[in-house]
């Protein structure tokens, strides 16, 4: 699955290119919005110049790896601390207020599930989460 658009900056193996907004763009985040079109950072492989047309694509896995990280790692940080809430506070005979314990757990595990993926976002910005132009297209998005 890829996505077409213009280049209107390139240096050191690195592209800006603005793309149409569609509708397999909804949810993502990875490009900067403007209107109806969008502003994305790319490897530049293919080697195109300013007002080429490129194809754009991400790597196999990538999609679902950077979906894991935005969804999956807090919901499973959520659980554990609901868990680990609930056997805190039936340890220490609390048994009362396990709901609450792990709710609270819960929360402060999903506050610092965030607060490392934050932290450490420009790791994933750099390395495997970079779109890549692969290959230099007209400007109706077909292959030349």
């Not at 763009?25 to 080697?47: A, D, F, L, S, T």
Request: aromatic share 14%; with cysteine.
């Amino acid at each position: 699955m890829g996505e077409y658009g213009q280049i209107t900056f390139a240096e050191d193996g690195f592209a800006n290119v603005q793309i149409e907004r569609t509708s397999a763009c909804e949810g993502c985040g990875i490009c900067e919005k403007k209107g109806g079109k969008m502003n994305i950072r790319v490897k530049n492989i293919c080697g195109a110049a300013v007002g080429d047309y490129v194809l754009i694509e991400l790597k196999d896995g990538i999609f679902a790896k950077a979906v894991f990280w935005a969804f999956g790692a807090e919901i499973i940080a959520f659980f554990a601390g609901l868990g680990v809430g609930f056997f805190v506070c039936g340890a220490v005979g609390a048994d009362k207020f396990s709901e609450l314990g792990g709710l609270i757990t819960a929360i402060i595990f999903v506050g610092a599930c965030y607060f490392w993926i934050h932290k450490n976002e420009h790791r994933f910005k750099k390395n495997d989460f970079v779109p890549v132009a692969t290959r230099l297209c007209g400007s109706d998005g077909g292959v030349l």
